[in-house]
């Protein structure tokens, strides 16, 4: 399923006399299966991008084309909190997508355990978020957002939360789930190392209102391994990033 993001504006209101620009004439084209980061300030309407997409939100001006298809396509978000509901098992949570589209109790329980022997969760069908760590929380979250069959996936600082080695083998496991499933994807995040390794294209955004200041090709074959960060592309590449996001960095915290 391919995006086409065409001259995407959004205000907020926050009282009568303030506005917030959030994004500011966003125009970009998204490939079917491809990877795709976005990177910037925080501020700068990321998440505010992911929810136009979802159809939770509606731009001012501009609008978003799925060209592949008439109807809509079907999106989800993953989120830094897992957004797990605490009273059901993880056999439960990880079928509430397929339960919500009216999938049959015995079919989705038998979609759920297959899938959670894929993805090496089997054993935990009967726990509850509580008894897992956040690094397991996430990867129910994953689950569940995979199990879907979504068209887009819509990936909001998923692993924000998680410390540095639990991230890097969630990020192994993203690209795992991904290849195996090809699906459309949109990360934000604002880990560059993050975006280099997981993407096929990063998009660095400006300080608020959000507009494109650049997007780059990721020149790194598949599958990806974590030795690549020693690789010079991706050290040229990660340069590079940090130059751009540096300034706006800045300016956001008034800097320069
Ligand atoms: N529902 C809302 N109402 C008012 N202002 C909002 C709302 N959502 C986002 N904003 C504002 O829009 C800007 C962009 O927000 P957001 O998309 O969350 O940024 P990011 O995800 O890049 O940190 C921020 O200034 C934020 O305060
Ligand atoms: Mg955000």
Redesign the pocket.
Known sequence: MSIIFEGIS?R???NTERE?A??DKVSFKVEENEFVSII??????????L?IVAGL?KPDTGRIEFPDREELPKAVMVFQDQGLLPWLTVLDNIGLGLELQGVSKVTRHAQVLEFMKRVKLDGFESYYPHELSGGMRQRVALARAFLTSPDILLM?EPFGALDAQTRIILQEELLNIWRMEQKTVLF?THDIDEAILLSDRIIV?TD?P?KIKKIFDVPLGRPRELHLKDDPRFIEIRWQIWNLLEKEVRKELKLT
């Open positions: 959004k907020f209101a926050h917030v959030a994004l910037g300030p925080s501020g700068c309407g990321k998440t505010t991008l929810r939100l909001d934000v955004l608020r959000g």
